[in-house]
């Protein structure tokens, strides 16, 4: 069950991956069986791809970054700064939905169904975007999706009724679709090979730490301003004007550009194409890729289930269950924040030489432990709870990054990952709605005699569902660690799958399999 794409290792990477050929989907009974015979050998990474490491390269997870040169860190910290500003822009909702409830004359389950078509819709732009980033480069679409971002953050801090709300943030989840795809490829188009499983973490944390700034932001400025909620969204709008203008300083992706350069051929005869029309390349990416794809989408349907179940009512949680003030409110979840982008810099790192897979499996598990303290604890306590809880689901997302890069064609990258992500973000859009219209079923007394509802019970249960789901298709799923981002070294092979374990292959003639 593999799909295509041959890849030469290359000589900056010393990782003996598993598998040798990538080719299109094959269902036959023996192939299926050998598939699944190797999900369990496969977790672990070989003697051969560990030996490469020292102990100090293994333990520190910034070691292999002085690899990075200024142009390698200005792409990363560019795409860093774009991924972790979607966060402050989305949390800024989730944060204030009481209070944009109230000033809206409606209710918190209702504002929640404004966080869901937000992520509903991203999948459209994850589309648009990521086919325009693939096609014209990640410089033009980065610069075009930030200035719409700018646009509707403004216009969300207009809004004077529901349906207003409710249409601005429908245009914002389009625009907030295509950041995820180019801001990644950005990120780790040019990267020396041996860093980007430590920049996968690192990376996908600025998620995590959006949301911190998110808190820190909202305490400081919602709460102190005569505008109230409307204020976060006005100020939000700021700061990607800046990193619009450090995008037009700097060039396209060299990594992009040899694609651009080695595809010439292949553009000359979709150049009749208009700007919305897909050429036969990336037609036949979704014919050959479709497996991938599907198992990609499955997986980020889990990942976001985790993230979104987990963080999106959490406030709400603290604040109307537990009647925590803002000041305590904030610190929980910056503390929460804080176990995020330590899970996910660590698990990103450890992914190089521990396994992909096996470290998303490890950081769920860690999580699911976690789930009582983070629910159900009521001291201070609370706060190692939440800390580790995000430390497990951040830490298996720190490995996405670099995982569905790994598993996608290289010349679309930007389309299969940002697509991947979004249309999961569209499967598990309702996270919100679901745990808020089920909370609602369950109402509680609090401490002080008010009326609430048992988001605990809820929440609890309802992550508990998820990360088993993740588990098993986490186990299932493939691996291709060490594939190269270069067009030039994919081409098509056969059509009988063979697998081999990791240890037996041949280092000096390997080929990288993306199932």
């Known amino acids: 069950m593999t799909v295509p794409s041959v890849t030469s290792v290359r000589p900056d990477l010393p990782i003996v991956p598993q598998g040798n050929a990538a080719r299109p989907p094959s269902f036959t009974s023996r192939s299926i069986k050998k598939y699944l015979a190797t999900r369990f050998s496969t977790l672990f990474v070989s003697k051969n791809e560990r030996s490469a490491y020292t102990w100090s390269e293994m333990l520190n997870p910034f070691a292999e970054l002085k690899l990075m040169s200024g142009q390698n860190w200005g792409f990363f910290l560019m795409g860093f700064a774009a991924w972790t500003w979607d966060a402050v822009d989305f949390f800024a909702v989730t944060l204030n939905a009481t209070a944009i409830a109230r000033t809206l004359n409606t209710s918190v389950t209702e504002i929640t169904w404004g966080i869901t078509l937000v992520l509903m819709l ?3 732009g994850a589309l648009v975007f990521g086919y325009w980033g693939d096609r014209y480069g990640r410089k033009w679409p980065y610069i075009a999706n930030l200035s719409l971002l700018v646009v509707l953050q403004i216009g969300t801090g207009f809004v004077h009724t529901y349906s207003q709300f409710l249409g601005v943030r429908a245009l914002f989840g389009i625009a907030m679709g295509g950041i995820y795809g180019f801001s990644l490829a950005t990120a780790l188009d040019d990267a020396p090979a041996r860093c980007r499983g430590a920049l996968s973490g ?42 619009i203008i450090w995008r037009l300083c700097l060039p396209e992706t060299e990594n992009h550009l040899r694609q651009r350069a080695e595809a010439d051929k292949k553009r000359e005869l979709s150049a009749h194409l208009k700007w919305y029309q897909l050429s036969e390349d990336t037609k036949n990416v979704f ?25 999106d009512l959490y406030p709400t949680l603290l604040t109307q269950q537990l009647e925590y003030g803002h000041d305590r409110s904030t610190v ?13 810099t ?37 706060n190692a709870g939440v800390f580790f809880m995000q430390a497990g689901v951040q830490g298996a997302w720190g490995v996405a990054p670099i995982y569905l890069s790994e598993l996608s064609p290289p010349a679309n990258r930007a389309l299969v990952v940002g697509l991947a992500y979004q249309l999961g973000n569209l499967i598990s859009s309702a996270s919100s709605t679901i745990e808020s219209t089920i909370g609602e079923r369950f109402p509680i007394v609090t401490a002080s005699g008010e009326q609430a509802y ?44 063979t697998h081999e374990e990791p240890n037996k292959v041949d280092t000096k003639n390997i080929a990288i399999v993306s199932v």
Request: proline share 3%; net charge neutral; hydrophobic share 50%.
């Open 122 to 124: 991203r999948s459209v």
């Open 202 to 243: 690192i990376f996908q944390e600025g998620y995590a730490f959006g949301y911190l700034l998110a808190v820190v932001f909202n305490r400081a400025i919602t709460n102190n301003s005569p505008y109230g909620w409307r204020s976060i969204f006005w100020f939000s709008a700021g700061p990607p004007v800046l990193f």
């Open 332 to 344: 929980t979840n910056s503390v929460a924040n804080l176990g995020a982008i330590l899970g996910g």
């Open 287 to 311: 014919r050959t890729y479709w497996l991938t794809m599907i198992y990609c989408v499955l997986l980020m349907a889990g990942f976001n289930f985790m993230s979104h179940g987990s963080q």
């Open 454 to 497: 048992d988001y605990s019970k809820v929440m609890s249960i309802f992550i508990a569902c998820v990360f088993g789901f993740v588990l098993i298709v986490t186990f299932l799923g493939p691996e291709n660690r060490g594939a190269g981002f270069d067009i030039g070294q994919v081409e098509d092979v056969g059509e009988e799958i």
């Open 346 to 382: 660590v698990c990103g790192h450890a992914s190089t030489f521990v396994g992909r897979r096996l470290t998303i499996m490890l950081a769920v598990l860690l999580g699911a432990a976690m789930i009582y303290p983070w629910a159900y604890l009521r001291s201070s306590a609370i």
